[in-house]
């Protein structure tokens, strides 16, 4: 969401390019949402490594991540990363680029696997395509590790902006948010070897919401309100707009605006992991009981040859090995991906950052 002070950069831009027949209006978007770069007020955790920036420079661009492991070879592991300019990447571990698939403005992105076709069970990767107004899929094959185009869907919500996916009853389910609050819920068909949606439900949040992520165990759906908090729904169609809140916002633990959200799984114990853009840090709740108990808030600091995390957006976590990562990985949006950049820079480059999931339970003391 644009800033007070990023809105006043796009209004002054604009006048001034009035009577300016060669000058085109300034997307807000555009701009970066850390106007002054604060590094987090949360526990510091180090940095533990980084993915290659995002192709779109001077432009506020990379936006969510998701993580994918191989659960027979942790180590086979691959990274989604959306440029909500441009398209769709695949990293490795190490960062660097497997592919980029070129699809457009795609803002949030989820996965889930189990997804058959043609008598082949893979991942389903989804994400939220602003500009054509619904979702792009994409299957990646876990016997190869490539990504490959599944098909676009459209999605009868006038501002698609966020997105998360889970399974219910055997089937694949989307949840995509809208700017104005308004959510819509669809379970996932193919038909002649496209993606197909039904929808099972709508309802409306309140005011913008992006940020979803759905936990299977205990059959709950929970989205971000961007200036309020996070809520509750379940997941069920059959409970409509039921919900409780989580954490409002602003408060202690949240400061709009109001992120990304993503579970990370330990045995028994589920961590909810929201993004809190106001302040660049990162809320921990446990929601494994019968209600969510927070765990403390940690921000990711220069650490390892890599720049510390502000204005964060989307983050994604997986639990359990991954990789180098021997109790799991936090992966999270940097606003600013350059070292020595100071607040009056324009900001040129984003990329996602790797967080170690040890170090984080060490430095809030998880149980």
């Not at 069970?121 to 990646?140: C, M, N, T």
């Not at 694949?172 to 197909?196: C, F, I, K, N």
């Amino acid at each position: 969401m644009i800033s007070e002070q990023n809105c006043i950069r796009f209004l002054a831009t604009t006048f001034a390019c009035l009577g300016m027949a060669a000058c085109a209006l300034v997307d807000p978007e555009y701009y970066s949402d850390s106007d002054r770069m604060t590094v987090g007020v949360g526990t510091p955790v180090p940095a533990a490594g980084e993915t290659v920036s995002v192709a779109t420079s001077a432009a506020d661009a990379a936006d969510d991540p998701e993580i994918w492991a191989d659960p027979a070879d942790p180590s086979r592991a691959v990274i989604f990363g959306t440029d909500k300019k441009a398209g769709l990447y695949v990293y490795g571990l190490d960062g660097a680029v497997r592919q980029f698939l070129p699809e457009g403005p795609l803002n949030n992105v989820d996965l889930r696997p189990g997804f058959t076709v043609g008598g082949r069970e893979q991942v389903l990767v989804g994400a939220s395509d602003r500009a054509r107004k619904g979702v792009a899929f994409f299957l990646l094959d876990p016997a190869t590790l490539q990504v490959s185009n599944l098909g676009f869907t459209p999605v009868a919500l006038p501002d698609p902006y966020g997105f998360c996916m889970g399974v219910r009853e055997g089937s694949h389910v989307v949840v995509m948010t809208g700017e104005s609050g308004e959510v819509r819920q669809l379970r996932v068909g193919l038909a002649d070897g496209r993606p197909m949606l039904t929808e099972e439900r709508r309802f409306a949040v309140g005011s913008q919401a992006e940020g979803c992520v759905v936990d299977e165990r205990t059959g709950a759906l929970y989205v971000g309100e961007e200036a309020k908090g996070v809520w509750r729904y379940g997941f069920d169609p059959a409970s409509g707009a039921m919900r409780t809140l989580v954490a409002a916002a602003p408060s202690q633990t949240l400061e709009p605006d109001v992120e990304g959200l993503a579970l990370l799984r330990e045995g028994e114990k589920t961590w909810l992991i929201a993004s809190s853009q106001g302040d660049s840090a990162f809320s921990i709740w446990r929601v494994d009981g019968p209600s969510p108990a927070y765990a403390g808030r940690f921000s990711v600091v220069a650490a390892n040859g890599v720049d510390a995390v502000t204005g964060t957006d989307g983050v994604a976590a997986l639990g359990g090995p991954v990789g180098s990562f021997g109790q799991g990985l936090v992966v999270v949006q940097d606003d600013v991906d350059s070292e020595g950049e100071t607040a009056s820079t324009t900001r040129e480059r984003q990329n996602f950052k790797l967080v170690d999931w040890a170090a984080v339970r060490a430095a809030l003391s998880l149980p």
